[in-house]
């Protein structure tokens, strides 16, 4: 009954949803690729793969690594889904040399159009990353009987307290999953809270930790290399301000490069804006490799500046700026989104310093901050704790040591997780 009622309230709002999607790709056209994908129509290009939902580009570099071990290791071909054009660029980075996985657009949640995804690409399994719980595509996969997982999974307190008001909703949907594969003992009892069946609940640690650096994420040649390199990735509203006003007021002492990358590209310019504001001397990256796009005048005022800004306005180069990082800012952290992933800069070996708002990593962040790789700061605190980091070298060098050590003793999540899958699978063909 939750489920008829979610459905026809799906299907009662679509004709809406459709006058608000042509809207919006009219407004962004960078999301008119793959508009029929949002209704089911994704592409054909591999025989039964094993369909892998990731939301995010976080997501999608958490779980490659696990992609890449079900084509080489279970011999299965992947398609890979997203919601965002980020995310599809992101794919085309990680898994354009496999001819075995592809890529497109997770349909909406309508009962139609999982259907026919499901009838043209004949997916031989599901596996949902993290948090990305869906009614009916879960109820979909369930009524054909091909095994479903979450991955990866994790429940932050405030996730199960908004699921719990829809507990008629999520209790169901939880039992259509074949497993819930999580990450730590706190989401596993959340979601006993909320219903689920404990026999499908194994807690299997963070694929996050079995980080792989690709050649690709090496870090990039800059044409400006002297002094230090702040870099702060994935920054949110709010953020870049605080960061920059830190930044022009650091000791005389301290010079070198802020580097901005901010997490949404739609907001590249609102950004340039504030970098503008600052009374820095600053540049876009895009603006490096094309000199006309920079007068002789700005090119000596950011060269010579003892603190310069490099606004970066193109997507998938984070790692690259963490590895040329002398210390990392982890952005959402400061503003209150719930904070990004730490593990990336510090699989580099980066120091790395977050805002007190990090729910979306609580755990990760409470054991990297215990190993002494990550300190966390405050708006009042940042100025001077990023004095403290900049200024003492050998600091610098123990946290990044400190936390590069702990992601490497926490590895092993990946082979757990493929197990499961496999002995789930081979259950499966035996019924």
């Not at 008001?165 to 999520?170: A, D, K, M």
Request: some cysteine; hydrophobic content about 45%; glycine content about 6%.
């Amino acid at each position: 009954m939750a489920l008829f009622v979610y459905t026809c309230t799906c299907y009662l709002a679509l004709p809406f949803g459709v006058i608000f999607h042509l809207l919006f790709i009219w407004r962004r056209p960078e999301f008119r690729s793959g508009f029929w994908q949002r209704y089911g129509w994704l592409p054909r290009k591999q025989h039964q793969p094993v369909l892998v939902h990731a939301a995010s580009v976080g997501e999608l570099n958490a779980i490659a690594p696990l992609v890449e071990a079900i084509v080489s290791e279970l011999k299965l071909p992947v398609l890979v889904t997203t919601t965002s054009v980020t995310g599809q660029a992101r794919c085309l980075q990680l898994f354009a040399h496999n001819d075995r996985v592809s890529w497109g657009y997770l349909p909406f949640d309508l009962g139609i159009a999982n259907w026919l995804m499901v009838r043209r690409v004949k997916p031989r399994a599901l596996i949902l990353v993290e948090t990305e719980l869906w009614p009916n595509l879960i109820a979909t996969f369930a009524s054909k009987k091909i095994p479903s997982f979450l991955v990866n999974g994790r429940m932050s307190a405030r996730s199960a307290k908004g699921y719990a008001r829809i507990s008629w909703l999520v209790t169901p949907m939880l039992n259509k999953l074949t497993q819930l594969l999580v990450q730590d003992q706190d989401s596993a009892q959340r979601l006993l809270g909320l219903g689920a069946d404990a026999s499908t609940i194994r807690v299997l640690g963070s694929l996050k930790y079995d980080l792989v650096i690709a050649d690709e994420q090496k870090p990039l040649n800059l044409a400006v290399s002297e002094g230090l390199y702040w870099v702060c990735g994935s920054t949110r509203s709010g953020e870049e301000a605080s960061l920059l006003q830190a930044w022009h007021h650091l000791p005389e002492a301290i010079q070198g490069t802020l580097v901005l990358v901010p997490r949404h590209p739609q907001r590249f310019d609102e950004v340039a804006d504030l970098c503008q504001e600052s009374g820095l001397p600053w540049l876009r990256y895009s603006q490096l490799d094309s000199p006309s796009k920079i007068s002789r005048d700005q090119q000596q005022a950011y060269n010579t500046h003892p603190r310069r800004v490099l606004l970066v306005d193109a997507m998938g180069l984070l790692m690259q700026f963490y590895g040329n990082a002398d210390l990392v800012f982890v952005g959402g952290s400061l503003a209150e989104t719930g904070g990004h992933n730490p593990l990336e800069a510090a699989a580099l070996g980066k120091p790395v310093i977050m805002g007190p708002n990090c729910f979306n990593f609580s755990q990760v962040c409470d054991q990297l901050e215990q190993a002494q790789g990550l300190l966390v700061t405050t708006k009042s605190r940042l100025l001077a704790d990023v004095t403290k980091l900049l200024s003492d070298r050998d600091l610098r060098t123990s946290m990044g040591a400190a936390g590069k050590a702990f992601i490497e003793i926490q590895k092993g999540a990946l082979q757990r997780h493929l197990s499961a899958i496999e002995s789930t699978l081979e259950q499966a063909l035996l019924k």
